[in-house]
């Protein structure tokens, strides 16, 4: 079993939205801050948000602040990505990480655990 499976990726138009989860499984999911991650094609992977253990902090990439909402229910080992007003440019896999500890990074990707396999997000008319 993956300890890390999203979900709700697709096809939408630009300014449409869509709402990722991530489900985690086999470890403390309360102990792990979650971070979420895109890679375009011919690009880097890049941070997008991540959200301490608690819930209680999250950072954004500055080309989705204001758009993007990242949650957790740590009751059902679950974080949401909430992504409104998408653009083209969002078009990418995107990947929900777990990294042990309280805080998280969007920058620092090596530090992360666990990855889950991604979901495909196309903006496009």
């Known amino acids: 079993q993956l300890p890390l499976v999203e979900s709700g990726g697709g096809l939408v138009q630009p300014g449409g939205s869509l709402r990722l989860s991530c489900a985690a499984s086999?470890?403390?999911?309360?102990?792990?801050?979650i971070g979420w991650f895109r890679q375009a094609p011919g690009k880097e992977r890049e941070g997008v948000s991540c959200i301490s253990s608690n819930g209680d902090f999250a950072n954004y990439a500055d080309s989705v602040t204001g758009r993007f909402t990242i949650s957790r229910d740590n009751a059902k080992n679950t974080v949401y990505l909430q992504m409104n007003s998408l653009k083209p440019e969002d078009t990418g896999i995107y990947y929900c990480?777990?990294?042990?500890?309280?805080?998280?990074?969007?920058?620092?990707?090596?530090?992360?655990?666990?990855w889950g396999q991604g979901t495909q997000v196309t903006v496009s008319s």
């Open positions: 990480a777990a990294d042990w500890g309280y805080s998280c990074s969007i920058y620092a990707r090596n530090e992360y655990d666990y």
């Open positions: 086999g470890f403390t999911f309360q102990d792990y801050a």
